[in-house]
């Protein structure tokens, strides 16, 4: 299995419903609540990990693509 690096960036503050990324949306530590949809989450460090999961296939992609040399 490859690994890839991902970008944390705002991933425990995107929506994986709408993708909204509002700081607000982070209620507590543990809690999520988007400002948009109103979509909640479990816990929001398991929506952040639920997220960097769905960056990876992208950022693969953008990693083994032939480049235009």
């Known amino acids: 299995m490859p690994i890839v690096r991902v970008d944390p960036a705002?991933?425990?503050q995107r929506c994986t419903a709408c993708?909204?990324?509002?700081k607000r949306n982070?209620?507590?530590q543990a809690?999520?609540?988007?400002?948009?949809?109103?979509f909640t989450a479990e816990h929001a460090d398991i929506l952040g990990a639920d997220?960097?999961?769905?960056?990876a296939p992208a950022t693969w992609a953008q990693s083994t693509a032939p480049s235009a040399a």
């Open 19 to 22: 993708g909204h990324i509002d």
């Open 31 to 38: 809690e999520f609540v988007c400002r948009d949809c109103g």
């Open 10 to 12: 705002y991933t425990s």
């Open 51 to 55: 997220n960097i999961a769905l960056r």
């Open 26 to 28: 982070r209620t507590s």
